[in-house]
């Protein structure tokens, strides 16, 4: 079980690239999925999820109206496609995917709160990817 990252790359300030999220040994079905960035040495912060309930999608403010999330319909692949890239994009960029800690619980609230560090609350059922770079020349 686990999720391969893929579609990282150098591109020029106001191209695109797509990130891919495959899922192997299970689908993401009930959980929120999502990516972050996190540069050495900084925090990681939240850029897009997607609950596997119902699509409902969040994105930063920084990331609004550039970045667009979605899945395939078997629910196994995540797709970030980023567009008007700026160099303050340049990030290593971490697929992950949050198993929510009760059936009522909101995939991406919890998403958010473990994203963040804000909650103890763990799943043996949480899979992290390995990162690919993003690289945004000015």
């Known amino acids: 079980v686990q999720l391969v990252e893929s579609g990282g790359g150098l591109v020029q300030a106001g191209g695109s690239l797509r990130l891919s999220c495959a899922a192997s040994g299970f689908t993401f079905d009930g959980y929120g999925i999502g990516w972050f960035r996190q540069a050495p040495g900084k925090e990681r912060e939240g850029v897009s999820c997607i609950s596997g309930t119902n699509g409902t999608t969040w994105y930063a403010d920084s990331v609004k109206g550039r970045f667009t999330i979605s899945s395939d319909n078997a629910k196994t692949t995540v797709y970030l496609q980023m567009s008007d890239l700026k160099p303050e994009d340049t990030d290593v960029y971490y697929c992950?995917?949050?198993?929510?800690?009760?059936?009522?619980?909101?995939?991406?609230?919890?998403?958010?709160?473990?994203?963040?560090?804000?909650?103890?609350?763990?799943?043996?059922?949480?899979?992290w990817g390995q990162g690919t770079q993003v690289t945004v020349s000015s």
């Open positions: 992950a995917a949050i198993w929510p800690p009760w059936s009522d619980s909101s995939p991406i609230l919890h998403w958010l709160k473990v994203v963040a560090g804000t909650t103890s609350m763990k799943s043996p059922y949480d899979y």
